[in-house]
């Protein structure tokens, strides 16, 4: 298994930026993927970035070109840095771990909130 502690969520106005971080800890050899999911009120969740074992990045296109996804091998955190905020971005945000062999997303963290105000 692998336990998963998101960090950095908070209130920001629309425009400005925040950084979440994701500490991983466990079974971390068997991960292929780490995603950042989001859920708003009464929504689905959705997958808004992930970043392979191989660092290939992929993003919703909501997100694209403000989000950021990036890893830091060394210390075992995934970072979402994200910029230009939108109201439409609140959320709670979850870090995510598929492992090899994995079909899902199947470890996750508690989530932090992210509100944006306008």
């Known amino acids: 298994q692998v336990q998963l502690v998101e960090s950095g969520g908070g209130l920001v106005q629309a425009g400005g930026s925040l950084r979440l971080s994701c500490t991983t800890s466990?079974?971390?050899?068997?991960?292929?993927?780490m995603g950042w999911y989001r859920q708003a009120p009464g929504k689905q969740r959705e997958l808004v970035a992930r970043?392979?074992?191989?660092?290939?990045?992929n993003y919703a296109d909501s997100v694209k070109g403000r989000f950021t996804i990036s890893r830091d091998i060394v210390k075992n955190m995934v970072y979402l840095q994200m910029n230009n905020l939108k109201p439409e971005d609140t959320a709670v945000y979850y870090c995510?771990?598929?492992?090899?062999?994995?079909?899902?997303?199947?470890?996750w963290g508690q989530g932090t909130q992210v509100t944006v105000y306008s």
């Open positions: 466990g079974n971390i050899f068997s991960i292929n993927y």
């Open positions: 970043i392979s074992k191989a660092g290939n990045t």
């Open positions: 995510a771990v598929q492992r090899v062999g994995a079909s899902n997303y199947d470890s």
